[in-house]
């Protein structure tokens, strides 16, 4: 685990690095500067949105007494998108756009959840408590 992030944390900023050099070599400083800043004020309206609009969706989940299981993974992943946003850099914001959108978000909740069926089955999935 402590491999997984260091790697993580020091691939990450590499990539980041190399892209906005490549960038800025190819269409110039400031440009680069202004476009990073357009992805990430774009995400952030996206954020605030997508956030009103699953909050909506679990209110009426509530109010008609189901549970907000679906409603709360799309929070998680709204959040964990806008958290990527944050970062400043072409490979985050595209992985914070990616978790944003609906139709790829709905991919990675497919994903999340044949991973979780995959631990739950094999007996491997753990809660650690610290």
């Given amino acids: 685990m402590l491999l997984r ?4 944390f020091s691939i990450v900023p590499v990539i980041e690095l190399y892209l906005l050099i490549k960038v800025g070599k190819l269409i110039g400083a400031l440009p680069t500067v202004a476009l990073v800043l357009a992805i990430s004020m774009a995400g952030a309206w996206l954020v605030r949105s997508q956030g009103f609009a699953i909050l909506s969706r679990i209110r009426a989940d509530l109010s008609q007494g189901r549970p907000p ?3 709360l ?3 998680a992943l709204v959040l964990f998108g806008g958290l990527l946003l944050l970062t400043p850099g072409f ?4 992985l914070g756009l990616f978790f944003l959108i ?3 978000r709905a991919i990675i909740k497919q994903f999340l959840g044949l991973w979780l069926q995959k631990k739950l089955a094999s007996g491997r999935f753990v ?3 610290f």
Avoid: S
Avoid at 91 to 94: E, G, K, L, M, S
């Fill in 5 to 8: 992030l260091f790697l993580l």
């Fill in 69 to 71: 299981a679906a409603g």
């Fill in 73 to 75: 993974l799309d929070g």
């Fill in 91 to 94: 490979f985050t914001d595209f």
């Fill in 102 to 104: 609906p139709p790829t």
């Fill in 127 to 129: 809660i650690r408590r």
